[in-house]
């Protein structure tokens, strides 16, 4: 059992840069999940997707993120233009299917933008 | 008001003591997750309830769906079992946290 897998686990990046990070969901778990996560809060949803198709997008996703998971296996999550507001832990997770399943969480990738 | 409240935000304890971190939530849901996360990041689910009660070693969850309310118990607990503790209510195929509360337990 491999788990979520999640990298870069920590990234620093100068404001004003791009940054990715990957997601590689346990096989076979048809949805996936972006959570961010910043000091003293709980994660908050960014977006889901189910196989390839993202199913939907939080408001808190501002046209600098992105996300894809082209094959439906693993996934990104793309920053353009990062802002110091955008530091905290990009958390991934997967569940095997619809509402109802244990949901399994990755190391998470943390963010800080300087 | 958050949709899914905790308590208490923080809790210490002395190992061995029986210990409660209440969840309340104000939304309809599909089911009800209990995850613990240790410094560093990692979530671990804990249990995922729609009904009743799970037991699992000495970790009880309980949830009362008429109450929209949720309890974690854990029993004979020691300094392995501190962390952050989360709740989380599915609804609509995605999960709102509680902001957690940090337990600490001492030797």
């Known amino acids: 059992d491999t788990g979520v897998s999640q990298n870069p686990r920590h990234k620093i990046t100068k404001r004003g840069q791009n940054v990715t990070f990957r997601c590689d969901p346990i096989?076979?778990?048809?949805?996936l999940y972006w959570y961010r996560q910043t000091l003293g809060q709980g994660p908050e949803f960014l977006t889901y997707?189910?196989?390839?198709?993202?199913?939907?997008k939080s408001r808190l996703l501002s046209d600098r993120f992105s996300a894809e998971r082209p094959k439906g296996s693993f996934s990104t999550l793309e920053i353009q233009r990062t802002e110091q507001g955008d530091s905290a832990m990009y958390l991934c997770?997967?569940?095997?299917?619809?509402?109802?399943?244990?949901?399994?969480f990755g190391e998470g990738s943390w963010l800080t933008v300087v | 008001k958050n949709e899914v409240e905790q308590s208490p935000q923080n809790l210490t304890a002395q190992e061995g003591e029986f210990i409660t971190i209440n969840c309340s939530y104000s939304?309809?849901?599909?089911?009800l997750h209990w995850l613990q996360q240790h410094p560093g990041g990692g979530i671990v689910s804990l249990f995922m309830?729609?009904?009743g009660k799970k037991k699992h070693g000495r970790l009880i969850a309980t949830i009362n769906i008429q109450e929209k309310h949720s309890s974690l118990h854990i029993t004979a607990s020691h300094p392995r079992d501190s962390a952050v503790y989360i709740c989380a209510v599915e609804r609509s195929d995605k999960l709102i946290f509680g902001t957690g509360t940090r337990l600490q337990v001492f030797p």
């Open positions: 997707f189910q196989n390839e198709a993202q199913l939907e």
């Open positions: 096989s076979e778990h048809n949805r």
């Open positions: 939304v309809g849901i599909s089911a």
């Open positions: 997770a997967s569940s095997p299917g619809s509402s109802g399943n244990t949901i399994y």
């Open positions: 309830l729609s009904s």
